[in-house]
Every structure is written in C-alpha cells, then in structure tokens.
C-alpha cells in the first residue's frame, strides 16, 4: 500500500470541464490503487453487492416495495421485518399517512386555489423542460404556497413520519451530529395533476443526489470515501457523513436541501399501471454509479454522461444490471405517501389514455442541518412574498394571488420548518 494522493477538487463548477474531468479520473484511479486494489477488483465488489440485491428484486416479484401502515408507525409497532426492509430496498409505501378525505379535499382546495386566481388565463408554458406538460394545461403545476400544501408540511402526522424516516440514517460518526432527525427544515416543491385520458411519455431513469459535484467537491469526496480508498465493503448508503454541509453546484436541476428521502402524498387513487413511479430499489447502487466511469470502455472526458443543468442519467448502456431492477409503486390510495431513498435511481412510466386521475404533492424528508438552515432563509423570503423557491424557476404567480398560506397560519412545527423558531 503506496501512500494516497490528495483528490483536486473544485468547489464551484470548472470553467473546463471536459479538462477537469480528464484530471479527475486518473486522480480518483491512483487514489483507489494506493490501496492495493485495482479499480476493476474495486467495481467488482460493487457489482457482486448490487447483483445480489438485483436477484433478491426479481425473485420478490410483487412485493418488493415495503408497505407501511401509518397508524404503525404513529404507535411504534413497525415490525423488526419491516424495518429490515426499508432499509434493504430504500423505500416505503405509507399507508393511510392522511384520510382519504383530507387528502381529496386538499386536492379540490389545489383546483380552488389556482383557478380564483385565474392561474390557467395567465399560465406561460413551463418554466423548466424537467416534467414537461401536457395540452395547454400542466401536469406539474407551479404552485408552492397554497394552503392545502402548507397544511400537509406543517402537520404532525407528516412530521412523525419524516422523523420515522430520517431514523434510518446514520447522523452522528465521526463525533460530528450530521442533522437532527426529529425536526425538518420545509422544503416546499410543486404539486402534479395529470387528468384522466392522458397521454404521457413519463420521466427517464435518473437519480437527484447531484451531479459531477458528487465526483468533485471536497465534502462529498469525503462522503462517498469508501469508493476511493480500497474499503468499497464499509460503503454505506445510510451514512450522511459530509453530505449536509455543503450545497450542490449551481444549476438548473440542484436542490439546495439535503434529503433524506425523496416523496410525495398521493391526492388521487392510483393503480399501478397508470404511469406511476419506479425506482430501483438498491441503496447502494450509488456505488455503481460513482465506480463506473472510471472503467476502461468509458471515454477519459465522459462520466457516463453526467454534467451540469442536466440530471443524473442512468441508463441501459452504462449501468444495465440496475436497469434490470426497475420497479414500480403498488396501488395507492388518496392518503398515502410514497418515499424513496435520495440517491435512488427512479423514473415516471409512460402512459396512453391514463384512467383516473394521477395528483400528488411533493414533500420530502429534509432534516435540519447546517445545508438545510441556509436554504431556509431563501424559504423564508419566497413564502413572506409568494415567490417561486429559489431551486425552482423564477415564475412567482403566486405573489398577488388571494387565498395562499400567510405567516398567521403557520403552526410550531411549520415556523421550525422555516427557521422561525
């Protein structure tokens, strides 16, 4: 074993990026071989754990995603099973998180909102090509202040279950309290209603951790450490060591927010081959991801295709093993929510001629951390003017609109969310 050489790292995005990736790899290979290991004895022992998780997936069938009752979770009576499984696969099914008839009200209060304030007269197409749209009306509609999504934020049945979940991350190492579990910094996002008889082309595989961040800066280098000093085996998806301190590079497809898990509570009834999620269900396939560009067949200036302003793509070409997992959601019910693990690969499937309806609100879990309390204060602003969040395009319909959430309507739990307490 050869002493390891420093990593370059860069913390804003490279003027030359084609230079600086040409520099990176063959840095990130010495630092692998002073362990002893090659890359490719490295990446092997990914891919045998990721291809056992794989094998696990197809032969589980129908029942890989975990489903979990809320009223388990608010009694403490989530099984050891249940548990076990979350953690192995990185997502879960809550059942019954909200009513049913709050979360269909909550739904009419969304239309309300949006049509007293004329939205569909003065709607301009999307600011961002990420979800795109469909006829002239948007799925994805670019809303952030009503008082349905505020409701949902701020409510303890949310809170109880984002602390649920932030539990199964690792937040103290290295005498370091990476987050706090048990309070979340609000992350306000859209809402999404795609009517029935839609015709839609879904969203590709991808993964929202970052983007060539994640090879470049410090702190993440840091985080994912285990890829890059010959001990691949202590990598651990559930660890959040460096990854709360520093923000993503600038760009049109950052989030600002460290999450724990990506989710959304289902306003609709939805079956599951009506154009719902899929995800691959492997934390740790961000080890695959972050190994394979530095194998031999990929390009010395290629990351296998990550960039900046882009999303990170997974795809049939670079990672196939994974593609073979992809996995949809089960039926849900208006009530439930839906979470996957924040470096889950996962896509939106196609549908033709969508039956029903297919609403959600997008609320993750972000516990508070130093990334976190930052963001808050542009939180902060955008919510006491109406205004688009800052990770979001500059639309700001909402700031003249009548009937948003106003600073009197937030509770404890949503003042801590904003840093107001």
């Given at each position: 074993?050869?002493?390891?050489?420093?990593?370059?790292?860069?913390?804003?995005?490279?003027?030359?990026?084609?230079?600086?990736?040409?520099?990176?790899?063959?840095?990130?290979?010495?630092?692998?071989?002073?362990?002893?290991?090659?890359?490719?004895?490295?990446?092997?022992?990914?891919?045998?754990?990721?291809?056992?998780?794989?094998?696990?997936?197809?032969?589980?069938?129908?029942?890989?995603?975990?489903?979990?009752?809320?009223?388990?979770?608010?009694?403490?009576?989530?099984?050891?099973?249940?548990?076990?499984?979350?953690?192995?696969?990185?997502?879960?099914?809550?059942?019954?998180?909200?009513?049913?008839?709050?979360?269909?009200?909550?739904?009419?209060?969304?239309?309300?909102?949006?049509?007293?304030?004329?939205?569909?007269?003065?709607?301009?197409?999307?600011g961002d090509d990420f979800f795109g749209s469909?006829?002239?009306?948007?799925?994805?509609?670019p809303i952030y202040w009503s008082r349905a999504?505020?409701?949902?934020?701020?409510?303890?049945?949310?809170?109880?279950?984002?602390?649920?979940?932030?539990?199964?991350?690792?937040?103290?190492?290295?005498?370091?309290?990476?987050?706090?579990?048990?309070?979340?910094?609000?992350?306000?996002?859209?809402?999404?209603?795609?009517?029935?008889?839609?015709?839609?082309?879904?969203?590709?595989?991808?993964?929202?951790?970052?983007?060539?961040?994640?090879?470049?800066?410090?702190?993440?280098?840091?985080?994912?450490?285990?890829?890059?000093?010959?001990?691949?085996?202590?990598?651990?998806?559930?660890?959040?060591?460096?990854?709360?301190?520093?923000?993503?590079?600038?760009?049109?497809?950052?989030?600002?927010?460290?999450?724990?898990?990506?989710?959304?509570?289902?306003?609709?009834?939805?079956?599951?081959?009506?154009?719902?999620?899929?995800?691959?269900?492997?934390?740790?396939?961000?080890?695959?991801?972050?190994?394979?560009?530095?194998?031999?067949?990929?390009?010395?200036?290629?990351?296998?295709?990550?960039?900046?302003?882009?999303?990170?793509?997974?795809?049939?070409?670079?990672?196939?093993?994974?593609?073979?997992?992809?996995?949809?959601?089960?039926?849900?019910?208006?009530?439930?929510?839906?979470?996957?693990?924040?470096?889950?690969?996962?896509?939106?499937?196609?549908?033709?001629?969508?039956?029903?309806?297919?609403?959600?609100?997008?609320?993750?879990?972000?516990?508070?951390?130093?990334?976190?309390?930052?963001?808050?204060?542009?939180?902060?602003?955008?919510?006491?003017?109406?205004?688009?969040?800052?990770?979001?395009?500059?639309?700001?319909?909402?700031?003249?609109?009548?009937?948003?959430?106003?600073?009197?309507?937030?509770?404890?739990?949503?003042?801590?969310?904003?840093?107001?307490?």
């Open positions: 074993m050869t002493t390891a050489p420093v990593l370059p790292h860069w913390e804003t995005v490279p003027d030359d990026l084609p230079a600086a990736i040409r520099q990176l790899k063959p840095a990130l290979r010495a630092r692998i071989e002073a362990s002893g290991r090659t890359v490719e004895e490295v990446f092997a022992a990914v891919e045998r754990r990721v291809a056992d998780r794989v094998a696990g997936i197809k032969a589980e069938k129908e029942s890989v995603w975990p489903v979990i009752d809320y009223s388990d979770i608010a009694a403490g009576t989530v099984t050891a099973a249940q548990l076990d499984k979350v953690t192995l696969r990185g997502c879960a099914v809550v059942r019954g998180h909200f009513d049913r008839e709050q979360a269909l009200a909550w739904d009419a209060g969304i239309v309300d909102y949006v049509e007293r304030n004329d939205f569909f007269d003065t709607y301009t197409g999307p469909v006829g002239s009306k948007p799925q994805i509609y999504q505020m409701q949902a934020r701020q409510s303890d049945r949310m809170a109880r279950v984002q602390a649920f979940l932030n539990s199964f991350w690792r937040h103290e190492s290295e005498g370091v309290r990476w987050f706090d579990p048990n309070r979340d910094a609000m992350y306000p996002d859209r809402i999404r209603r795609r009517p029935p008889g839609t015709d839609s082309g879904g969203l590709g595989t991808h993964s929202d951790p970052g983007t060539l961040d994640l090879w470049m800066t410090e702190a993440y280098q840091r985080a994912f450490r285990h890829l890059f000093d010959g001990t691949v085996e202590a990598y651990d998806p559930w660890d959040a060591a460096h990854r709360t301190t520093g923000p993503q590079y600038p760009g049109s497809t950052m989030c600002s927010a460290f999450r724990t898990f990506q989710g959304w509570t289902a306003l609709s009834d939805m079956d599951h081959d009506q154009g719902v999620l899929h995800t691959v269900p492997v934390p740790e396939a961000m080890a695959y991801l972050m190994l394979r560009p530095l194998l031999t067949d990929v390009p010395e200036d290629d990351m296998c295709g990550v960039t900046v302003n882009q999303v990170f793509p997974a795809s049939e070409k670079w990672h196939p093993l994974l593609m073979a997992a992809l996995t949809g959601i089960p039926d849900v019910r208006a009530g439930d929510s839906v979470w996957w693990h924040c470096d889950m690969i996962h896509s939106v499937a196609p549908v033709t001629g969508q039956q029903g309806w297919g609403n959600v609100m997008y609320i993750p879990a972000a516990p508070w951390c130093p990334r976190n309390e930052t963001y808050a204060a542009d939180v902060r602003a955008a919510f006491s003017t109406g205004s688009s969040p800052s990770d979001f395009p500059e639309e700001h319909y909402e700031r003249e609109w009548t009937g948003r959430c106003t600073p009197d309507q937030l509770n404890e739990t949503g003042r801590r969310g904003l840093g107001l307490d």
